[in-house]
């Protein structure tokens, strides 16, 4: 198969043999595809290697044979942004959980246009904790293990005065109020999911209880090998001092 012209988003790219890498993108009409670009470490070739760093929005040519593409062209469409801090920590989240979830050759269009919008918003500052909610709630959705934020599992309309866990497969389910506190620290009020479904930011104490809730369905999703992004996210919990708010947490 021959790709043309092709609109992606570069989520990862490693070196591979002597001068070529191995790149990851997510592609507007094919999903995620693996392509391989060969001779592209020598000095004539840094334009081409500009435009294939993560993050970079770029225009490609390749020709699909079997599980990689051989990668004939490619241009940067912008400027990706220029990230430090937290902020790069919340862009390598976002490619990290794109590459993990999303499966190869599978055209996700809806999930092409949420990584646009949650790129953009990490660029332009907006804040980073919500920004990532959102990409969750929209990647959950794009790839079929969404949920209808407004109601729990049993079409029962959701409580704002209540708290929810989040079931992978189920979806919101009720804390009732005997419920032991591991329960409860896992969970977010149905507030919370309420303005999830209203794309409306929440309070900060709500956002981090999406956070803790929605990790768990992608916890389950991933299996058992998680993120390396929540292990740097961790490490970086222990040697900084807590402040409010967390804005990457993935």
Request: aromatic share 6%.
């Amino acid at each position: 198969m021959r790709l043309s012209n092709e609109p992606a988003f570069v989520l990862h790219a490693r070196p591979w043999r002597e001068t070529s890498l191995l790149i990851e993108v997510l592609s507007a009409n094919h999903g995620r595809l693996g392509l391989v670009a060969r001779g592209v470490q020598g000095p004539k070739r840094q334009v081409l290697r500009a435009a294939l760093q993560p993050l970079q929005s770029i225009r490609f040519d390749a020709v699909q044979v079997g599980e990689l593409a051989r990668l004939n062209s490619a241009e940067a469409i912008d400027v990706a942004p220029r990230l430090g801090g937290e902020a790069m920590l919340a862009g390598f989240y976002l490619n990290e959980l794109t590459l993990r979830l999303a499966p190869r050759q599978d055209p996700a269009p809806d999930l092409y246009d949420a990584y646009a919008v949650a790129r953009a918003r990490i660029g332009a500052g907006e804040s980073l904790g919500w920004t990532l909610r959102r990409y969750e709630r929209d990647l959950l959705d794009a790839l079929g293990f969404g949920f209808d934020w407004r109601h729990d599992g049993e079409g029962t309309p959701i409580d704002p005065a209540a708290r929810y866990r989040l079931d992978p497969e189920q979806g919101p389910s009720r804390l009732l109020s005997d419920r032991g506190h591991g329960d409860r620290s896992s969970a977010a009020t149905g507030r919370a999911l309420l303005s999830l479904a209203d794309d409306r930011m929440p309070d900060s104490d709500d956002l981090q209880g999406l956070r803790r809730c929605i990790r768990g369905v992608l916890a389950f999703h991933l299996g058992a090998r998680g993120l390396k992004s929540w292990e740097m996210l961790a490490e970086l919990g222990r040697v900084a001092p807590r402040r409010e708010p967390a804005a990457p947490e993935g």
